[in-house]
């Protein structure tokens, strides 16, 4: 299944516990698109938000954001594991 990583440029009022909670929703809902979120990666300051998805598409990755919490991203790029 194809890997991408998503960027939220500048999430206002960000948090950790903001940041969990909005994952926590992908991972309620991603089963009924064929997603997987994986993993997500923060910075407080700056208010960008990192997140590992796979997803038969780049729509179904994003209709997930969209449905759980409306986060959705300002770019999604497909990637490859590396060693």
Same mark, same amino acid.
């Given at each position: 299944?194809?890997?991408?990583?998503?960027?939220?440029?500048?999430?206002?009022?960000?948090?950790?516990?903001?940041?969990?909670?909005?994952? *926590?929703?992908?991972?309620?809902?991603?089963?009924?698109?064929? $997603?997987?979120?994986?993993?997500?990666?923060?910075? =407080? @300051? +700056?208010?960008?938000?990192?997140?590992?998805?796979?997803?038969?598409?780049?729509?179904? *990755?994003?209709?997930?954001?969209?449905?759980?919490?409306?986060? $959705?991203?300002?770019?999604?790029?497909?990637?490859? =594991? @590396? +060693?």
């Amino acid at each position: 299944m194809p890997l991408y990583m998503d960027i939220h440029n500048k999430v206002d009022g960000l948090t950790p516990q903001a940041v969990a909670g909005a994952h *926590a929703k992908d991972l309620e809902i991603q089963g009924e698109h064929g $997603v997987n979120y994986i993993k997500y990666w923060f910075d =407080e @300051g +700056s208010g960008k938000v990192f997140c590992l998805v796979e997803a038969p598409s780049k729509e179904a *990755a994003e209709i997930v954001h969209r449905d759980a919490h409306g986060l $959705v991203a300002d770019e999604l790029v497909q990637v490859k =594991e @590396g +060693s």
